[in-house]
């Protein structure tokens, strides 16, 4: 009896300590599954980012396995680019993100990129090699004083690639104090604007060559094709054309060599000849002879527009008067032209009075008065001449015509072009005319 009721005893005592961790195991249920859920949940979001690694290693139809590694690579690499640009930005958190996600891709994207703009600092230097050979190939020496037959541009581009400075300053001015920037402080754009403003809309580009001849900095400057080609493009326009369809190397050797119009002054020509007088009633023996002397001027702009004069005034007196586009004096005429190859194709019309230079009485219309020449055009072709030292430096005349209109008829009139009185018009320069610079090169 004593046994079967000490097993009892057992027995409830199991069945109470069954009940109770039981009871505790329902207490505790809540908190478990929580953390089975977290951990449930982490798991899946570890297993989808590997079946989304995965499947970008799966090679696509028709492609091999070197092209997926590569795809995956280029994913990694632009997002570790991404995450550089956002902490350079300040946002370190979203940059954290997204180098998890390339390291994700590929562990050690990190040293890739490193290695790759590596690769590129080698490629330029052997960039730089290649130019040194080809520096030596044309027999170019950096210490060597005389440089005739030396390609400039060249050698400048080596220098500056050995020094990785465009500008170099001199050893004496680093014991100045300098409390202002220095020009070479400033970027290369701000330079490049300020050379457009150099050259202007009149395409002064003279004082961009007095510009090149400063320094090696700015004889690269200088050489810019942008400027050269907007130079080109104001000049012809288009009739440009292709730079490869055309037996100049560069545009800057198009604009040199390539028949324009000068704009920097004027072409001028002087027309003298001998006209006989009227007999003297007093002697019938007696014939005087006049000498005609006068000054034809031309200034062309480079927006198309051109101003004519014909005047017995000497240049000095007359170049001031063709300074402004639009000219107040009625004995300037102003027109158009066109420049096609090496022929300048001039219409001039000249100008009617304003009615409001006319006498009128108050309460009255003002009449349309016609002049008495009528309404004039004159036409002009004119051929660009190059000398031996002066380039496009003369105009000769190759065709002058004049359309008058006058009571609603129309006559036309063909000069004939004699030496005498159509002498070839000489370019001077006037330095007046590009003193200012009205706004930058377009």
Partial sequence: MDSTSSDAGKEDDDESSSSSITSESEANSPKRSELDDFREQWQKELKKEQHVASAATVTPAGGNVGDGKDSIEQQARLLFQQGSELERSGKVFEAMRLYRRATQLVPDI?????????AKATTAAAEVDGLMERMLEANIDENEENLEGVDLGLR??????????????????????????????????????????????????????????????????ARDPEIWRHACMRIWGVNLGVLKGTPFSSW???????????????????????????????????????????????????????????????????????????????????????????????????????????????????????PEYGQQTFLM??????????PFSQLHWKQYTM?????????????????????PLYFSRVKSYHQESEGPLK
């Avoid at 990190?110 to 590596?118: G, I, N, P, S, T």
């Fill in 110 to 118: 990190e040293f890739r990129v490193y290695d790759k703009k590596h």
């Fill in 156 to 221: 400048f581009q080596t220098l500056m690639a050995r020094s990785g400075k465009l500008f170099e300053r001199a050893s004496g001015d680093r014991k100045l104090i300098v409390t202002s920037a220095h020009f070479s402080d400033l970027p290369m754009e701000v330079i490049l604007y300020i050379l457009r403003w150099v050259v202007s809309n009149d395409l002064d580009l003279k004082s961009l060559e007095r510009f090149a001849s400063v320094c090696r900095g700015f004889y690269l400057l």
């Fill in 252 to 370: 800057r050797e198009m604009y040199i060599n390539r028949p324009r119009i000068l704009f920097h002054g004027c072409y001028i020509s002087r027309t003298s000849y001998l006209r006989s007088g009227e007999n003297s009633f007093q002697d019938q023996f007696y014939r005087p002879i006049q000498l005609v002397e006068y000054y034809r001027y031309f200034r062309f702009f480079a927006d198309g527009k051109v101003l004519m004069m014909t005047t017995a005034d000497e240049p000095q007196q007359c170049v001031v008067r063709l300074k402004q586009r639009v000219p107040t004096q009625n004995e300037i005429l102003r027109g158009h032209y066109r420049l096609h190859d090496d022929i300048v194709i001039v219409v001039i019309q000249r100008n009617r009075p304003s009615a409001a230079g006319q006498m009128q009485r108050p309460g009255r219309k003002a009449r349309d008065i016609e």
């Fill in 381 to 390: 072709e004119l051929q660009i001449v190059s000398t031996g030292k002066r």
């Fill in 403 to 423: 359309v008058q209109q006058r009571n609603n008829q129309e006559k036309t009139t063909q000069f004939e072009l004699t030496t005498t009185k159509y002498p």
